[in-house]
Nanobody, 122 residues
Framework: QAQLVESGGGLVQAGGSLRLSCAAS????????MYWYRQTLGKQRELVAS?????????IDSVKGRFTISRDNAKAKNTVYLQVNSLKPEGRAVYYC??????????????WGQGTQVTVSS
């Protein structure tokens, strides 16, 4: 089993910045893609950004130029980050990290973190 634990959420003024972190631990053989999603009340969870093992990234249009996803693949860390700049009020959501984790050579599952709240004040 593997676990993902997020940190870094909180209250920020519109236009401000936050850095979200998500550390993977447990029985990890390797980690493939890592992701950040967000969900607001009454809406479906949406994929915000993703990063492959080699570092290639993808973002939804609404966050391009303001959000940056990165990862530290060192085994002691296995962490994905989301730098969130120029936050807008519509950025208020619970942010979840996820990762495609291999727990053995032939078993891969998508694991989820517990979520971290980001609140934007106007």
């Amino acid at each position: 089993q593997a676990q993902l634990v997020e940190s870094g959420g909180g209250l920020v003024q519109a236009g401000g910045s936050l850095r979200l972190s998500c550390a993977a631990s447990g029985s990890i053989f390797s980690i493939n893609a890592m992701y950040w999603y967000r969900q607001t009340l009454g809406k479906q969870r949406e994929l915000v950004a993703s990063i492959e093992t080699g570092g290639s990234t993808n973002y939804i249009d609404s966050v391009k130029g303001r959000f940056t996803i990165s990862r530290d693949n060192a085994k002691a860390k296995n962490t994905v980050y989301l730098q969130v700049n120029s936050l807008k009020p519509e950025g208020r959501a619970v942010y979840y990290c996820a990762a495609d984790i291999r727990t053995s050579w032939d078993q891969e599952y998508k694991y989820w973190g517990q979520g971290t709240q980001v609140t934007v004040s106007s």
